[in-house]
C-alpha cells in the first residue's frame, strides 16, 4: 500500500522588479521600512534609519542607518553589479566616514566580489558587505525577500594588519582589548537580548538599546575598581533630533517611573547628569573590583551581561516610547550627582 505523499509545496523564484519596479521608488522605501532585514542578516545589531536618498556632493546615497558601531550606508541596485555602483558605493561610504557599506544587488560578478573582498583587506576600520538580494514564493504564495551575503570582511585576512598595528598599543590597550573580547564572548551565549559589538582597545563598549540617541555601555575603572553597566542618553544625537528638547528632559521622563523600573529589575540604579557632556546615564556598579586582575574576568563579563540584559528587557520598551519632558520640569529631575 503506498503512502500518500506530503502536501508540500513548491519554491519559485521571482522576478525582483515584480516586488520593486524601481530602485529609487520602491526598492529604497522598502528596506528603510525593514532594517531589521539588513541587521539580522549582516548580524551587526539595531539599526535606525537616517535618511534616504540623501545628498553626498553631487550624489546621492540611496540608504544611511545608524547602527551601535556607527554610521551604515547601503547602495542598492535591482540588476547585476557594475564599476558604477562600485563607485558609488566607495564614495557614499568616504563622504559619510560609514562603518559599514553594504552593497545590495541581484548578483555579484566575480570581479566585484573580489573588489570587496580587497576592500575589506585593506580597510582595518570600516566592514564591506556584498549581498544578494532575491525574491521567491511557494506556489502562488506573496512573494518573500531572501538575502544572500557574498562578500563580507574576513578577520582571519585581517590579522596581519592587526598585528602589526598591536606594536603601537600600549599594554593597557592590549588589556583593554582582551578584556572586551571576552566579554563579547560572555555575551554572545547568553539568551538575553542585547548583542555584542566589535570590541575596541578601550574602556567600554557600546551597544543597541534599539533607538539613535541612547544606548547600553559596559565600562571599566581600574583607578577607582569598578565596573558599570548603564544607558546612556547622548545630549548630541538627541539635540539633533528635537532641537528644543535635551538628553535631560528625555532622562526626566524615564526617571518619573524610576521605582517601577527598579523593582522590575530587583536591583537599585543610579542615576547620573553629567556636567561635563550635558548627557546623562542610569547606571549600576560593581564596585571594589579589579578590571586589570584577569582571574575576576570571567565574574566581571558575567556580571555585566546579565545587568545589561535585564536592563535592556526593562528599559528598551520604555526607550523606544520615550517622549521628553517640558523644560521646567525636566531640569527638577536631573540633580548632578558627586563625582565617582
Not at 525582483?16 to 524601481?22: C, M
Not at 561610504?93 to 557599506?101: D, I, L, N, P, W
Not at 545589561?308 to 540633580?335: C, F, G, Y
Request: charged share 30%.
Amino acid at each position: 500500500m503506498n503512502e500518500e505523499e506530503p502536501n508540500l509545496g513548491q519554491f519559485r523564484k521571482v522576478e525582483l522588479r515584480e516586488g520593486w519596479p524601481n530602485e529609487a521608488s520602491d526598492l529604497t522605501p522598502w528596506l528603510a521600512k525593514h532594517p531589521e532585514l539588513l541587521s539580522e542578516t549582516l548580524g551587526i545589531g539595531d539599526l535606525e534609519v537616517k535618511e534616504t536618498e540623501k545628498s553626498v556632493g553631487s550624489y546621492r546615497a540611496d540608504l544611511v542607518l545608524e547602527g551601535v558601531d556607527g554610521t551604515v550606508v547601503v547602495e542598492n541596485q535591482l540588476d547585476h553589479t557594475d564599476h558604477d555602483h562600485l563607485g558609488k558605493l566607495i564614495t557614499y561610504g568616504a563622504g559619510e566616514r560609514a562603518q559599514t557599506v553594504v552593497w545590495l544587488a541581484r548578483s555579484f560578478r566575480d570581479e566585484h566580489r573580489a573588489a570587496v573582498d580587497w576592500l575589506n583587506d585593506i580597510s582595518e576600520d570600516t566592514d564591506f558587505f556584498g549581498v544578494e538580494l532575491e525574491l521567491w514564493r511557494i506556489d502562488d504564495s506573496r512573494p518573500a525577500p531572501r538575502l544572500n551575503v557574498v562578500a563580507k570582511p574576513n578577520d582571519w585576512s585581517r590579522e596581519a594588519a592587526r598585528t602589526r598595528r598591536a606594536e603601537d598599543r600600549s599594554p593597557t590597550k592590549e588589556m583593554q582589548l582582551r578584556y572586551w573580547t571576552g566579554f563579547a564572548d560572555v555575551l554572545g551565549t547568553t539568551s538575553g537580548p542585547v548583542k555584542p559589538t566589535k570590541p575596541q582597545p578601550q574602556n567600554w563598549l557600546r551597544m543597541s538599546i534599539g533607538r539613535t540617541g541612547f544606548h547600553h555601555a559596559a565600562v571599566t575603572n581600574s583607578l577607582r575598581s569598578w565596573i558599570r553597566a548603564e544607558l546612556y542618553f547622548d545630549h548630541t544625537s538627541l539635540k539633533k533630533q528635537a532641537p528644543y528638547r535635551d538628553a535631560n528632559a528625555y532622562f526626566g521622563a524615564l526617571k518619573q517611573n524610576r521605582e517601577a523600573i527598579e523593582a522590575e529589575l530587583n536591583f537599585k540604579l543610579e542615576w547620573e547628569g553629567l556636567e561635563t557632556s550635558a548627557s546623562c546615564r542610569v547606571a549600576v556598579y560593581r564596585r571594589k573590583c579589579d578590571p586589570t586582575d584577569e582571574s575576576d574576568w570571567p565574574a566581571q563579563h558575567e556580571w555585566l551581561a546579565d545587568r545589561l540584559n535585564r536592563m535592556h528587557q526593562v528599559l528598551a520598551p520604555r526607550i523606544k516610547t520615550l517622549e521628553p519632558l517640558e523644560d521646567d520640569t525636566a531640569d527638577s529631575t536631573n540633580p548632578r550627582p558627586p563625582s565617582n
